[in-house]
């Protein structure tokens, strides 16, 4: 007997589906894969990433991150290498995080401001091995701090004002050290005013400004901090200065004052559990707008694609796909160079 093909059985009831369609059928444009490129609306390129990197003291070493597998912290001279690979593959912007030694380490943040210090060595590195990538650095204390804050402790408090005035000299040094773009990640008030005048003063008026506009108090980053060193000594949590992860409302003013305080580009962070965040804010203002794909969403899927559980390779790509969908100009991911070396395979 066998079942009859279903090809060859009767429609269902007496629903005329070809009338109830009028003529639309959804999936004749998905078809065939040159359909499916050609109608396709979004499009992931090389130019729309931003890699973070780790650096650490030493020469030609490469140190694992256990909680972000295939990650790295570089010693300088590895990280003028890989920003040169990075530059021939075309990506455009390469952000820089110091692993500080932790007796260097004091609650003020004071090595943040020592013009020699490990991030300002990295930029001067980098410049001379690789003149066209740009260079982007992180403006918060919390790798310079013995307590893992972004800025001044006393108490139990984050002292807002007096950390602003450590971020301008934590800016300006950077700027003398030659970066292209500051990202100030500390969620103080007034921070990129006055950072931003800080800068023209100075002569650096050609500086630009990322700010973390929208950063939010998140259990995603906990990798990024082994990767730093501030897991182990972090004292309390952020939440008096990253935004609660139930606000909306609040990242369009927080991404309207950084824009009024003269940010050129602003950012979202965490990534795909903020993809409402990076929508509205694309929306309501139009301005280069960011998406910081962390330290934690990379651990998920390497985690899972290690277990054999997820295609790592297709979660990696359609991740980054659903951030140029929901409206971002760029995106900061650990996964930048394994995506542009398939990108440039046409892949
Ligand atoms: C610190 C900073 C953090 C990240 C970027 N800058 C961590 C934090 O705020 O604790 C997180 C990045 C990531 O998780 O990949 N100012």
Redesign the pocket.
Known sequence: RGTPPFSALPAVGSVDLPALLQGRRMRRNRRTAWSRRLVRETQLGIDDLIW?IFVVEGERTRQPVPSMPGVFRLTVDEAAAEAQRASDLGIPLIAL?PYTDPALRDPFGSEALNPDNLVCRAIRAIRAAAPAIGIMT?V????YTSH?H?GILEGDQILNDPTVGQLCRQALIQAEAGVDVI?P???MDGRIGAIRRTLDMAGFEHVQIMS?AA?YA?A??????D??G?NAT?VGD?RTY?MDPGNSDEAIREAEQDLVEGADMIMV??GMPYLDILFRLKDTFRVPTFA???????AMIEAAAANGWIDGERAMMESLSAFKRAGADGI?T?FAPRVAARIKAGL
């Open positions: 973070p995080f992180d918060a204390l919390d790798p893992g972004d990202g990640s500390d969620m973390y950063k998140s995603f980053y906990g990798p990024f901090r990767a730093v501030t972090l952020k990253q962070k965490p910081y794909q962390v330290s934690g969403e990379y900061l650990y």
